[in-house]
């Protein structure tokens, strides 16, 4: 079993929808996760950190379910802009285990 | 505050030849960190350096060799470049109050 999974997608949703996407890990002592956004032929930058049950910022909600390990992202009101690939890693030791992406397309 | 810088951004190589990879922070960041990603593979990590002067392996390691030339400075070496090699390589270095981790632009490799 990978250390962390997600679902590839592509998820395809219009402008405005709601969509979510989970994360699972395998790792119980993992402390901190975290969402990274990846655009096309660009570099992974820091979405959210979630080191307790969630962490909320304008459209975008994590959360972290420690009981079923697994993290969640829900993105309210989506945006042309939010097209993007979107990666969840988990701290292991010093370094982060990264999922391989899920793919987020946003059309009009 | 350039944050993480890397150099080339595009390299081709044919089989057998050596290239270095630089990555340099501004960021006074202790751990640096060296992905390869590959389509449907994610970030995979190849050598990591805690503190100035200590390196260790990641997942993949296998062809590469690595330098914590100072704090700032974080090289990847291709001693012999093979097509598998072929690949986008990200350098990354850590905050020290957390396990956010920050990207440099990438290099791009292609190995004939």
């Known amino acids: 079993r990978k250390e962390v999974e997600q679902d590839p997608g592509p998820f395809n949703v219009p402008e405005g929808a709601t969509v979510a996407f989970n994360c699972t890990y395998s790792?119980?002592?993992?402390?901190?996760f975290f969402w990274y956004r990846q655009d096309c032929r660009k570099e992974p930058k820091l979405l959210m950190s979630?080191?307790?049950s969630g962490n909320e910022d304008g459209r975008f909600t994590a959360q972290l379910n420690r009981a079923s390990q697994y993290i969640s992202l829900l993105i309210r009101d989506s945006k042309l802009s939010d097209s993007a690939t979107y990666l969840c890693?988990?701290?292991?030791?010093?370094?982060?285990?990264f999922g391989a992406g899920t793919i987020l397309r946003v059309k009009s | 505050n350039a944050g993480v810088t890397q150099t080339p951004k595009f390299q081709v190589l044919k089989t057998g030849q050596s290239m270095t990879l630089q990555c340099a922070q501004d960021?006074?960041?202790?751990?640096m960190y060296w992905y390869r990603q590959d389509p449907g593979m994610g970030l995979r990590l190849i050598y990591y350096?805690?503190?100035?002067?200590?390196?260790d392996k990641g997942e993949v390691p296998n062809g590469y060799n690595v330098s914590r030339l100072n704090k700032r400075e974080f090289s990847l070496r291709l001693e012999s470049a093979a097509p598998s090699q072929t690949s986008v390589y990200f350098c990354?270095?850590?905050?020290?109050?957390?396990?956010?981790?920050?990207f440099g632009p990438g290099t791009r490799l292609t190995v004939t």
């Open positions: 890693a988990t701290e292991y030791g010093n370094k982060l285990v």
């Open positions: 790792n119980s002592a993992s402390q901190s």
């Open positions: 979630v080191y307790s």
């Open positions: 960021m006074n960041h202790n751990s």
């Open positions: 350096s805690a503190s100035e002067g200590t390196t």
């Open positions: 990354a270095s850590l905050t020290g109050t957390g396990y956010e981790q920050y």
